[in-house]
Structure formats: structure tokens, C-alpha cells
């Protein structure tokens, strides 16, 4: 079994609890731990995969909570750096009455991952890098880590795992430059994840059939397009096939999108980069079912991290 290698940002989700109120009309805040990177790294680890998480936090009890919260799940923080000079990063979250989120996001410390900080990383012990960007395009040190990061792993034939993850709040004011860089990963990665949203965007195809047309046409990647209870759609070898859900009752669907990519990135940690380009379709329905019951599981908890301590292999039976 290999090493994965996950980038991006480990954050505190500040969750207000009283529902329906702004955040400057809130009281009560539900601390926990987040960030979308963080979360495949504790799915993974979670189901017994050997994974480190490369990020940066603040020398703070925030940042302490994080690291001690990957350690929980035996996620390796050796690349979990402490910025002194930068608190944690948070991001406050309200949902109101009306279903519209409330949010706030104050930048910390995670956007302090530099290229410098990724020149120590010997990639030749990673047999994949995931990069789920969410904060990773936006300005600053991190944006250029990430490009660094995906330069190394071109020039060391690492499997490149990629999650657009995009948040409206964050890009709402430069969703071109949020698309072109997703697209800069999209022709160079071996696997990516996107909602079907998120697939309308990147593409900007007026339905989902041109879509993935487009994505068939200018990508060479597998790619899985989650569409919630219809199932996920797999596409390889310029067609595609839809991979039923699992049927739950959805507690709380927070971080399940995660919890699929863990699974998937668990699943070809079996094999070598040269393996994963021989997989059949048949074990490529294996791995997304495998991955759509990870993700259902998440769902049945509160909480992405609390939900995850109930991932384990014995779903994949």
C-alpha cells in the first residue's frame, strides 16, 4: 500500500447553532475541525491508509486542536506546519432562514503554504498527491505551493488526484480565474471529482450531457461526477456509466463528497501508477460503488470528523 500526499487547507468551521440568525445576530458557535484536504486525509486514514497532510496552521490552540485531530485519526502531520506570525484559519458559517448561508471567511495561516515549504517533500515516498483546492486558488503563497507541487508531481510520475471544491462565497468575484486554474489541473491530473454543478461550470455547458462531452473531449482523466441520490457518473475512455447511490437517510451530508474522494484515493493506493493505467472499467465500478458507500455512511452522522470515525473497509462488503 502506498502514501498519499494531501494539500490544501486545515481550518476551524465556526458553526452557529442558532438557527435561522445572521452571524452578527448569532450566540452560540459549534466549534470543528475542517477543511476540505483535512477531510480526505481523515477518510483515508480512517479506513487504514497510510496519508499525510501538508498544510499550514497557526501557533495557536486552534492549530494545536487540528493537528491533534489528525493525529486522532493517525493522519501523519509531519507536513502540518505552524506559522508563528499567522493565526489558524477560520471560517464561520450561519444557516438562515431562508436556506442561504451566512459566511464568513477569515484567512489565516493556511494560505501561508509556500513553494519553498514544498521543496523538503521528497515526492519519490508519495505514490499520490491529492489537491483539493477550495482555498488553493485563491491569491497568495498557497495558490503558487499548489503549482509547484503539481509541477514536482509531473516530474516524478505521481498519480495526481484533483477536487475543484468550489465555493461560491470565496470566488463569487473572479469565478474565471477560479476556472482557469481548475483547468490547468484538469489536463494534467489522473483523476478528478466534481459535482454536476460544478461540472456546468468548469465546462460552461448549457446542460450536463455537454458537459461531459466537454470533459470526455479535453481531459484524459477518469472522472466521477457526483449527482447526489441519482448515483455517480464515471467517465473513462470516452464514455461514461452511472454507479448507483446507496440508499440512506441523510443526517447531516457534510463532507461526503470527501469521504468518496478518500475512498477512491484508498482504493489505488493498491496499486502502481502503471497498474492504475490498466485498471479495467469493471474495477473502476468497484472502486466508485466502494466510494458512493463511503460517502452514504457520512451522511448518517453529524459532523464530517465524527462520521468518519465510523469509515472502516467492512462498507466495501
Known amino acids: 500500500m502506498g502514501k498519499t500526499l494531501c494539500i490544501g487547507e486545515a481550518l476551524i468551521d465556526m458553526i452557529c447553532t442558532d438557527k435561522g440568525k445572521s452571524l452578527s445576530d448569532g450566540s452560540h458557535f459549534l466549534k470543528k475541525a475542517g477543511g476540505a484536504p483535512a477531510n480526505v486525509a481523515a477518510a483515508i486514514a480512517a479506513l487504514g491508509g497510510d496519508v499525510y497532510l501538508l ?3 497557526g501557533i495557536d490552540p486552534f492549530g494545536k486542536h487540528l493537528i491533534d485531530v489528525m493525529q486522532e485519526f493517525n493522519v501523519s502531520t509531519k507536513w502540518i506546519l505552524q506559522d ?3 493565526f489558524t484559519t477560520f471560517a464561520f458559517v450561519s ?3 431562508n436556506g442561504e448561508r ?3 471567511f477569515n484567512r489565516g495561516a493556511d494560505g501561508q503554504l509556500s513553494a519553498k515549504d514544498i521543496e523538503s517533500i521528497d515526492l519519490k515516498e508519495f505514490s499520490i498527491v491529492h489537491f483539493g483546492s477550495a482555498t488553493g486558488f485563491l491569491p ?13 508531481c509531473l516530474q516524478n510520475d505521481v ?3 484533483f477536487d475543484p471544491n468550489y465555493r461560491h462565497l470565496l470566488f463569487q468575484n473572479n469565478t474565471q480565474g477560479f476556472i482557469n486554474q481548475s483547468w490547468n489541473f484538469l489536463n494534467r491530473c489522473h483523476f478528478f471529482k466534481v459535482s454536476d454543478e460544478e461540472a456546468l ?4 455547458g448549457a446542460t450536463l450531457t455537454d458537459a461531459v462531452d466537454t470533459l470526455l473531449q479535453k481531459t484524459t482523466a477518469v472522472f466521477a461526477i457526483t449527482l447526489g441520490k441519482e448515483g455517480t457518473m464515471l467517465g473513462m475512455n470516452g464514455e461514461t456509466v452511472i454507479i448507483p447511490s446507496i440508499p440512506v437517510k441523510p443526517v447531516d451530508t457534510t463532507g461526503a463528497g470527501d469521504a468518496f474522494v478518500g475512498a477512491v484515493l484508498y482504493q489505488l493506493n493498491a496499486y502502481s501508477l ?3 493505467h490498466q485498471l479495467p472499467v469493471t474495477r473502476w465500478k468497484e472502486i466508485i460503488l466502494n466510494a458512493n458507500k463511503a460517502g452514504a455512511r457520512t451522511c448518517e452522522y453529524m459532523g464530517a470528523m465524527e462520521a468518519f470515525r465510523h469509515l472502516n473497509t467492512e462498507i466495501f462488503k
Request: net charge neutral; proline share 6%; hydrophobic share 45%.
Open 201 to 204: 461550470l468548469l465546462t460552461g
Open 140 to 152: 497568495g503563497p498557497l495558490q503558487a505551493a499548489y503549482q509547484r507541487l503539481l509541477q514536482l
Open 102 to 104: 451566512d459566511f464568513y
Open 274 to 276: 502503471n497498474q492504475i
Open 95 to 97: 444557516l438562515m432562514e
Open 159 to 161: 498519480f495526481i488526484s
Open 55 to 57: 498544510a499550514k496552521v
Open 84 to 86: 508563528p506570525g499567522h
